[in-house]
């Protein structure tokens, strides 16, 4: 199967723009995408074998969220033609006109330069040079290329939304560790599934949009069992911080459970195929992997942070 020709260019915008006001440029920012960020970079953060001083983290998760909403309106701006086509993004701030394509750009490149800017002085240059790899990738490598040039836009393009705990660890140590590569592994391999539960709804506009979405290239019997697939790894990848001894038994417990959970949640994609079967099915398991990752996410969080860990494997 082939997507839909876009003959919309990049970038452009359909209605004459009469200026925004706050709420339309905190739009931009994608706040929810914002929320996940500071919440996976705090995971990070607690995770690290180190200490940084309470202001300086703070500080260090602004500057995060920021750099965060900054690729995310620059994402905005470059996509405000597949926007307009779509439902669930038709009344965002370019595509509704209240905000011009050249003032999103602007704010978007300010906020990724001040962010990065930020991150360095509070924090240390690592940190601050990851920031700014994952707005690049966001914005350049995932948007203005992936998304419109490769069915694996999302698996390539995760790599973005799965940087944030290794910035967070960096900001504490001053360096790259373990424990933040595998939680980076465990959002890239959760991408997907996720993402393509949604796709799988969303294909005939995604066709219109003229973007290669998985249903829309491979079909959605390959997407389906991709998706089956790809849980299959996230199950037992959630349990490594057990076997690298920062996970605990609360985690432990989580992570089998959910891990199961999402293959049985990829089992019921797999086998509704038809109407509001399919619709129930592709949403519970979009819906159920939010709440998969976040517990698993604060099962760690709350052991590292309050007391709460108990090693698996003494």
């Known amino acids: 199967m082939t997507s839909a020709t876009n003959t919309i260019s990049p970038g452009t915008l359909g209605p004459a723009a009469v200026g925004g006001d706050v709420p339309d440029y905190f739009a931009l920012l994608k706040p929810r995408v914002m929320v996940l960020v500071i919440f996976t970079a705090l995971v990070g953060m607690a995770v690290s074998h180190g200490h940084v001083q309470p202001a300086i983290g ?4 602004f500057a995060i969220a920021v750099g965060a909403g900054a690729s995310g309106c620059l994402n905005m701006w470059w996509d405000a033609d597949v926007d307009a086509v779509m439902s669930r993004t038709a009344t965002r701030p370019i ?7 050249g003032e999103a750009l602007g704010f978007g490149l300010f906020l990724s330069c001040a962010s990065v800017l930020v991150l360095g002085l509070a924090a240390n240059w690592l940190a601050a040079g990851l920031l700014a790899f994952t707005i690049v990738f966001y914005a350049v490598i995932y948007s203005m290329w992936l998304k419109r040039a490769t069915a694996q836009n999302i698996v390539i393009g995760g790599a973005a939304g799965a940087l944030p705990p290794v910035i967070g660890q960096a900001v504490v ?20 599934p996720h993402f393509w539960a949604l796709a799988l709804i969303k294909a005939g506009e995604y066709a219109r ?3 290669p979405m998985m249903p829309n290239v491979a079909g959605p019997a390959s997407t389906r069992r991709q998706i089956l697939w790809y849980s299959i790894a996230l199950a037992p990848l959630g349990l490594v911080p057990v076997a690298l001894g920062f996970g605990g038994i609360v985690y432990a417990v989580i992570a089998l459970l959910g891990g199961l959970g999402m293959i049985a949640f990829s089992v019921r994609v797999l086998n509704n195929r038809e109407g509001e079967a399919e619709k129930r099915a592709a949403l519970g ?11 698993l996410f604060s099962a760690l969080l709350a052991e590292q942070s309050l007391g709460l860990f108990r090693p698996v494997l003494a």
Do not use: D, H, N, Q
């Open 209 to 211: 949009a003229g973007i």
């Open 58 to 61: 703070a500080i260090s998760l």
């Open 173 to 192: 140590t001053g360096s790259v560790g373990i424990e933040s590569l595998v939680l980076f592994a465990i959002i890239f391999i959760w991408t997907p």
């Open 95 to 101: 595509p509704a006109g209240r905000i011009t394509p």
């Open 285 to 295: 398991m979009f819906g159920y992997s939010i709440l998969y990752l976040f517990a």
